[in-house]
């Protein structure tokens, strides 16, 4: 679902870009809801992305929470400029455990050269959300580069 307030053409450069990442494909993830400055991204949880004790695994889930928070930052970002990753912590505060995965993405100051971003991951399970991870990242805008590069 793409927010009307968002621009057709940022969602079709978010999606567009999501669509060449290799890896969000491998985990079966999707973009959910593009809004300014906001970017969702769920996936099913699988036994190919799993850990060993059967929940999902902390790789899968910083990788949604990477990537939602870099399309935040790029729904924000002029024609013509991308965003890099430079920076990001996670806290992985629960197993994630549940029919479903959704990684909300957020700009928290976006400014001309780095935006900083917060995604929160959450684990659905019976229609109950909880927390289970927490990300803080810097993006660097790049010029001429349309997209995300992790």
């Known amino acids: 679902m793409t927010d009307p307030q968002a621009g057709d053409?940022?969602?079709?450069?978010?999606?567009?870009?999501?669509a060449r990442q290799g890896l969000m494909a491998t985990l079966g993830a999707s973009l959910v809801r593009i809004a300014?400055?906001?970017?969702?991204?769920a996936l099913h949880p699988a036994p190919a992305i799993s850990q060993q004790h059967g929940f999902v695994h902390a790789g899968a889930l910083s990788a949604?929470?990477?990537s939602a928070a870099g399309y935040a930052a790029l729904s924000l970002m002029p024609p013509g400029r991308g965003v890099l990753t430079t920076e990001f912590k996670i806290n992985?505060?629960?197993?994630?455990?549940g029919e479903r995965i959704i990684a909300?993405?957020?700009?928290?100051?976006?400014?001309?050269?780095?935006?900083?971003a917060q995604t929160e991951v959450f684990a659905v399970r019976d229609g109950t959300e909880k927390l289970v991870a927490l990300l803080t990242a810097t993006m660097m805008a790049l010029e001429g580069?349309?997209?995300v590069t992790d």
């Open 36 to 41: 300014p400055g906001q970017v969702e991204i």
């Open 145 to 147: 580069r349309d997209g």
């Open 104 to 116: 909300r993405g957020r700009v928290v100051k976006a400014g001309r050269t780095l935006t900083l």
């Open 64 to 66: 949604i929470a990477d």
């Open 9 to 18: 053409a940022v969602a079709a450069r978010i999606r567009d870009s999501f």
């Open 92 to 97: 992985l505060v629960a197993p994630a455990i």
